[in-house]
């Protein structure tokens, strides 16, 4: 299944909680590609700023930079087939026209829905999403985006993902 089908209607300023989480989870497309690991090169691709992160999302996406992504998602507790499918959503966004990205801070429902999810747990504290809308889509559908967990770690705004709590599997 595509990831189009797993877009959402954007309005309203509805934050598509169940994309986020799919998002997160890592279940909306499984690849076989095998992602690269954060080199030297790539370490200094940091966003310090909201302003930065927007700015580095935008060039990754535009000049079909993996690893730009890549350096910036917190893989902390992540398996290895999450990994896979998660990167298979990020390459799926690039080179793909942009509308627009919007960092927005993660109001309190959000995350304690998150915190609550069964047999799940945030890798890292979530303050922000990160909404990149896309120009691509039906006109009159489904607006296409995606949806990042954002939280700050080592100075700098990384993705979050949901992990498997300690004592699950990935079947549970």
Do not use: C
Not at 1 to 22: D, E, F, K, P
Not at 80 to 100: M, T
Not at 122 to 132: A, P
Not at 137 to 150: M, R
Request: proline residues 2%.
């Amino acid at each position: 299944m595509s990831t189009t089908a797993y877009s959402h209607q954007l309005s309203g300023g509805g934050l598509g909680l169940l994309r986020v989480i799919a998002l997160s989870l890592g279940i909306i497309a499984a690849g076989a590609f095998v992602p690269a690991q954060a080199t030297e090169e790539n370490v200094s691709q940091r966003a310090g700023t909201k302003d930065e992160l927007v700015t580095l999302v935008r060039t990754a996406i535009e000049k079909e930079n993996f690893s730009m992504i890549d350096n910036i998602v917190n893989w902390q507790g992540v398996s290895n087939y999450k990994r896979r499918v998660f990167s298979s959503q990020i390459l799926h966004a690039l080179g793909r026209p942009i509308s627009k990205i919007e960092v927005e801070g993660a109001d309190q429902e959000t995350r304690t829905s998150l915190s609550k999810m069964k047999n799940h747990t945030l890798n890292m504290d979530v303050t922000h999403l990160l909404r990149v809308t896309f120009s691509d889509g039906e006109p009159g559908g489904i607006v296409p985006a995606e949806v990042f967990l954002i939280g700050r770690m080592e100075d700098s705004y990384r993705i979050a993902l949901l992990v498997k709590a300690k004592g699950t599997t990935e079947n549970e």
